[in-house]
């Protein structure tokens, strides 16, 4: 395991693709909280939720980073170095009130 993110500069600021976990409003599922890709947008459920979409959407696009993204914690992770690092001056904003199933 790496001490640091070797994948800072693949950040980009996204638009999130959906106002919630993507893949559980298609199915109609619930999720704790959101993860937001931070190569794509792609927006999954954490791994506390039972679908882990955003794990699951690493592991088929190998985008390496998401976001805390609801609620806003400021904080990135990267899977593949398995940092966590700061990202409160780069939060990407909501882009509609998110559901809650909680």
């Known amino acids: 395991m790496s001490r640091t993110c070797t ?3 693949t950040i980009r600021d996204v638009t999130p693709s959906a106002l919630g ?3 559980c409003l298609k199915t109609g599922d619930a999720w704790l909280h959101l993860r937001l890709c931070r190569t794509c947008g792609h927006v999954g459920c954490c791994d506390q939720s039972p679908n882990r ?3 699951k959407h690493f592991r088929a696009t190998r985008h390496p980073i998401i976001e805390g ?3 806003p914690e400021g904080w990135g992770w990267c899977y ?3 940092v966590m690092f700061d990202l ?3 939060k990407t904003p909501h882009n509609g009130p998110i559901p809650r199933y909680y």
Do not use: M
Request: aromatic fraction near 6%; hydrophobic fraction near 30%.
């Open 7 to 9: 994948h800072l500069a």
């Open 21 to 23: 976990c993507e893949d």
């Open 53 to 55: 979409h955003a794990t």
């Open 69 to 71: 993204y609801d609620p």
């Open 80 to 82: 593949v170095d398995e």
């Open 88 to 90: 409160s001056a780069r």
